[in-house]
């Protein structure tokens, strides 16, 4: 794994994402009042500790990751707001665990994939 911006590894980085992703697979789940996303353990395991927020997943990312991000939080660049989630997404999917994979092609349905 190669270090990230904030020092930690791109592992870290890639279970923080993913337990943002399993949050958000989770809340939706709960609005459309279905439970399916509450079927996986993978999701199960990652909700287990503390929220992770933005900052926590800005400052563990790699260099490709941490650039989508930055222009994410940056009130100018909004209008490229669903390429920059998408440059995000697609380095998870390509860089992160295979046990994270199907987080992320959840993820990438709504991304417009």
């Known amino acids: 794994m ?3 911006a904030g020092g930690s590894s791109a ?3 890639c ?3 993913a337990k943002l992703v399993a949050r958000k697979q989770r809340d939706l789940g709960a609005a459309l009042g ?3 996303a509450n079927q996986s353990q993978i999701v199960d395991d990652l909700l287990k500790d503390a929220p992770v927020t933005q900052s926590d997943l800005i400052a563990a990312a790699p260099p490709e990751p941490h650039r ?3 222009d994410l939080a940056d009130p100018n660049k909004m209008d490229a707001m669903m390429d920059n989630m998408k ?3 697609d380095w998870a999917l390509k860089n992160c665990d295979a046990k994270y994979r199907p987080l992320f092609e959840w993820q990438d349905k709504f991304l417009g994939s």
Do not use: H, I
């Open 11 to 13: 592992g870290d980085f």
């Open 34 to 36: 279905s439970d399916a």
């Open 68 to 70: 989508y991000l930055a």
């Open 87 to 89: 440059g995000v997404n």
């Open 15 to 17: 279970t923080l994402d």
């Open 2 to 4: 190669t270090a990230a």
